[in-house]
C-alpha cells in the first residue's frame, strides 16, 4: 500500500516532507537512487495535498495517478513554477550514472523542489481555508471522538456562558423593586369628571400570586361609573383581574364584576389578552399609567370595594442584561 492512501491533505503534505528529509539523509550518504526515489515520493506526496486542498477531488483515495498527472499539467501550464517542478521531479528518469553521482540535472530539480516544497505550504494552507467543506468540518466536530473531544473544551464553555444567565433570569424573574401603587376612581351621575377627591389609593404587589385588596370608603358612595388603576409606573406588565365587588355597610354583596364584565370595559394605555385560565381578564401595560374604565354600574350605597388581582411585572431578558428602563 502507498504511503499517501487514506491521507488527507495535511497528512499528505507531512509525508512530503518526511520523503524530503529521508531524501536529504541519502544524500548525505551518496545513495543518490534512493535519494530520487524519495524526493519522487515526496513530490507524489505533496501534488495529492494540493489538489485535495484546491477541491480537484473530496479525498486523496479519489486521485488517480492520471488524475492527479493531468492536473498537475492543467496547473503548471498557468505559470505556477512550483506545480512544473513537482512534474519535473515525478518525471525525473534514473540516469545511468545515478548509482555514482547524481547528474547537474537530478541536483538541480532537488534543489528547486526543496524550495518549492517550502513556498507551496503556503499555497496548501490558502487552498485549504478557501476550499474547506463546512459540513465535513461540523462532522469532525460532530461524530468523531477526538474532534468532539476537542470541540468540547471550547463549545461547552462557551454553553455555559450563554445559559447561565437565562437560568438566573428564570429563577430570578427580576422585578422593579419599587413600592407600587394602585388607584380606584369612582363618579356619581352627573357631569362630574373622575377626579381625586373621590378616589382612593392603595398599595399593590407584584409576582406570581394573585392577592385581594381592600378598598373602604369614608361614606356610603353611589358609584355610576368606575375607574381602575392597577399600577402608577411606566415599568412594562402584565395584569390580570379575578374580580371586583361592591359592599355595602352592612357587608353585603351589591355587585360582583368579572371578566365577562370587563370586556366592556375601555382599556386605556393597555391592550386586552386573551382571557386566562379560570376565566381572568388580562391585559398589557403598553404605556404609563395604564387604567380600564367601566360601562354603567349605578350601585347606591357602596362602602366597601375589593379587588383580586396579580401583576406580574417583568424585564426582557435583553433589557434585564443591559439594564434597561422601559
Known amino acids: 500500500m502507498p504511503a499517501y492512501q487514506n491521507k488527507d491533505a495535511y497528512d499528505l503534505f507531512l509525508c512530503a516532507v518526511r520523503e524530503m528529509e529521508s531524501a536529504s539523509l541519502y544524500r548525505k550518504k551518496k545513495q543518490y537512487l534512493e535519494l530520487k526515489n524519495a524526493i519522487q515520493r515526496s513530490a507524489n506526496c505533496f501534488a495529492r495535498a494540493l489538489l485535495v486542498a484546491k477541491g480537484k477531488a ?11 498527472s493531468s492536473e498537475l499539467k492543467i496547473l503548471s501550464d498557468n505559470n505556477n513554477p512550483i506545480y512544473k517542478i513537482i512534474l519535473d521531479v515525478i518525471s525525473l528518469e534514473t540516469e545511468d ?5 547524481p547528474n547537474i540535472k537530478t541536483q538541480g530539480i532537488y ?4 524550495d518549492a516544497l517550502v513556498s507551496g505550504r503556503k499555497i496548501l494552507a490558502h487552498d485549504l481555508n478557501y476550499n474547506e467543506n463546512p459540513w465535513k468540518i461540523i462532522q469532525y466536530l460532530l461524530f468523531t471522538r477526538t474532534g468532539f473531544k476537542r470541540s468540547s473544551y471550547i463549545l461547552l464553555p462557551l454553553l455555559i456562558l450563554i445559559a447561565l444567565p437565562f437560568a438566573v433570569y428564570h429563577h430570578l424573574e427580576p422585578v422593579h423593586n419599587s413600592n407600587l401603587v394602585g388607584q380606584i376612581f369612582w363618579k356619581p351621575k352627573g357631569d362630574i369628571p373622575f377626579n381625586v377627591q373621590l378616589s382612593h389609593s392603595f398599595p399593590v404587589r407584584e409576582g406570581k400570586h394573585f392577592h385581594e385588596y381592600s378598598i373602604p370608603l369614608p361614606d356610603p358612595v353611589d358609584i355610576h361609573l368606575l375607574r381602575v388603576d392597577p399600577i402608577h409606573h411606566k415599568y412594562f406588565a402584565e395584569i390580570e383581574i379575578e374580580w371586583i365587588r361592591l359592599i ?8 360582583e364584576l368579572t371578566s365577562k364584565d370587563f370586556k366592556k370595559w375601555l382599556c386605556t394605555n393597555c391592550v386586552e389578552l386573551p382571557v386566562g385560565e379560570n376565566n381572568i381578564f388580562r391585559i398589557q401595560v403598553t ?12 350601585q347606591e350605597k357602596v362602602k366597601l370595594m375589593t379587588i383580586r388581582m396579580r401583576i406580574i411585572s417583568k424585564k426582557t431578558f435583553w433589557e434585564w442584561v443591559l439594564g434597561i428602563d422601559t
Open 248 to 255: 355595602n355597610k352592612e357587608g353585603i354583596l351589591l355587585l
Open 287 to 298: 404605556r404609563k399609567d395604564p387604567y380600564v374604565t367601566s360601562t354603567l354600574i349605578d
Open 111 to 114: 534543489n528547486r523542489y526543496r
Open 58 to 68: 473530496s479525498s486523496n483515495d479519489e486521485i488517480t495517478d492520471a488524475l492527479m
Open 97 to 101: 550514472d545515478i548509482y555514482d553521482q
